[in-house]
């Protein structure tokens, strides 16, 4: 009976996990309120060097700064913060620069109009992790339940 409930309470367990980090990573181009978007970039043709979302903690979002570069704060921007980071998961980081003269961000091609689809047709984290995660909990809970009824 004591197995019993330590795996009954290791399948809560990883439940729960599934069911907060999953969601989590499925919404990661959204703004998150009180975060802090940074874009550093080269100074002289305005290219980018890299871009972070930091935690409401102002001492977290400190860029580290080469020579000849520049930051540029987009926070105020959610529409833009978006579409950037979505468009650096997309790996078409390549569509912005900034511009030097005003040194705000800018897109260079036409934004997508839609969700972008994923190359095998199949969203992964959105579909497949957490259909594979309730087929495990339910494995999981069928062989526990079979296992205590087997004994009684």
Not at 17 to 40: E, F, H, K
Not at 73 to 82: E, G, H
Not at 94 to 114: D, K, M, R
Request: proline letters at 9%.
């Amino acid at each position: 009976m004591r197995n019993t409930i330590l795996i009954g309470l290791a399948i809560l367990v990883v439940a729960t996990i599934a069911a907060s980090v999953l969601p989590a990573s499925a919404n990661s181009t959204d703004p998150q309120p009180g975060y802090t978007y940074i874009v550093v970039y080269k100074q002289a043709d305005g290219s980018i060097v890299y871009a972070e979302g930091c935690p409401p903690s102002p001492a977290n979002c400190a860029p580290t700064l080469q020579p000849g570069q520049s930051v540029v704060y987009i926070t105020n921007n959610p529409i833009l913060v978006k579409q950037f980071f979505a468009d650096a998961q997309n790996a078409k980081l390549g569509n912005w620069h900034v511009n030097v003269q005003t040194q705000q961000l800018e897109i260079t091609a036409a934004p997508t109009s839609g969700p972008v689809a994923p190359a095998f047709g199949i969203p992964l984290i959105g579909t497949v992790l957490p259909a594979l995660a309730i087929l495990g909990i339910a494995t999981s809970s069928g062989l526990v339940w079979r296992r205590t009824h087997r004994h009684a």
